[in-house]
């Protein structure tokens, strides 16, 4: 596959951050034993991702913004472009040696994401895509899977967890979707459930309260693997929003309807 010079530069870096948080995942498996260790090891290794991809980016671009989750917005002189970057989601999976992190770039241009990069490290794994240019994993195209039926549908969610997010609500939307599919899954990194999305791997997912790191590089992937994106109730897929519902058209759909029944039994006055 030919990438655009861009879509190389963030590729190259992801590759160089994904190294980098290889190294230290090794290393975290050694440190389980105590509390403290792993968790100030982990943030140190984010930490260290994030740098080097805003080392990276910057040199190739000294002018153009960003938005990162440790760093936070970083205004760049060129207003129109800005890199919205998640050096490490996943974290808890990282953290408990669990293999399903990725290092997550997406490029905004005019308010909105023209291409992304999220790379799992740990399976080798580069989902990429540019508007226009199609999605890929590694080097082979990508398109959501074809599924049509919610009985043979698998979905991916995110379970809020303590002190965080509508508990009550999520239980609400989880037993719906549950009672009608295949089932749901939570693998617990936002950029790489989307990414699977676009793989056909799942044939949607859904989740509230993200940020924009989260989502931005993988809804460019989806999208431009067919799939449809959106807000939980609908509305335009927005990444500075933090709700996110897609899947290929009919299921993206169907899932769209089975949260809003859920949305109507959780606001239904109870007894
Ligand atoms: C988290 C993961 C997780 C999602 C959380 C995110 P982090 O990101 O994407 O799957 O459920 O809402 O905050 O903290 O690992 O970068
Ligand atoms: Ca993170
Ligand atoms: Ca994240």
């Known amino acids: 596959m030919a990438r655009s010079p861009l879509l190389n530069v963030m590729t190259q870096t992801a590759l160089k951050a ?25 943030s140190n290794a984010d930490r260290k991702a994030e740098e080097i991809v805003f080392q990276e980016l910057s040199r190739v671009r000294p002018d153009w913004g960003f938005l990162m989750e440790e760093r936070g917005a970083i205004e760049g002189k060129d207003t129109q472009h800005r890199w919205i970057v998640d050096p ?55 398109r959501v899977a074809a599924r049509q039926k919610l009985p043979e549908a698998l979905f991916g969610t995110g379970a809020p967890f303590l002190g965080r997010g509508d508990h009550a609500r999520f239980l609400y939307e989880f037993r719906q979707v ?9 693998l617990g990194a936002a950029s790489l459930d989307l990414a699977y999305v676009a793989a056909g791997r799942l044939d949607g ?8 790191w989260d989502t931005a590089a993988a809804a460019v992937i989806i999208r431009e693997a067919g799939g449809f994106i959106s807000g939980i109730d609908g509305s335009k897929f927005d990444h500075l929003q933090g709700d996110v519902a897609c899947g290929n058209e009919a299921m993206h759909k169907a899932l769209l309807g089975q949260l809003q029944i859920a949305e109507n039994a959780f606001r239904a006055p109870r007894a």
Request: aromatic share 10%; charged share 25%.
């Open 18 to 42: 994904g190294r980098s948080l290889t190294r230290d995942f090794g290393e975290v498996q050694n440190l389980q034993v105590s509390m403290k260790g792993p968790a100030d090891f982990v």
């Open 88 to 142: 490490l989601d996943g974290t808890t999976n990282f953290l408990h040696g669990i293999p399903i992190f990725a290092v997550s770039i997406g490029l905004e241009r005019d308010g909105e994401v023209v291409a992304g990069v999220v790379f799992n490290p740990a399976m080798d794994e580069l989902y990429s895509a540019e508007k226009g240019g199609g999605a890929f994993l590694n080097d082979r195209r990508l």
């Open 178 to 186: 549950m009672s009608e599919t295949a089932g749901v899954r939570r």
């Open 205 to 212: 997912f859904w989740e509230r309260d993200l940020q924009p």
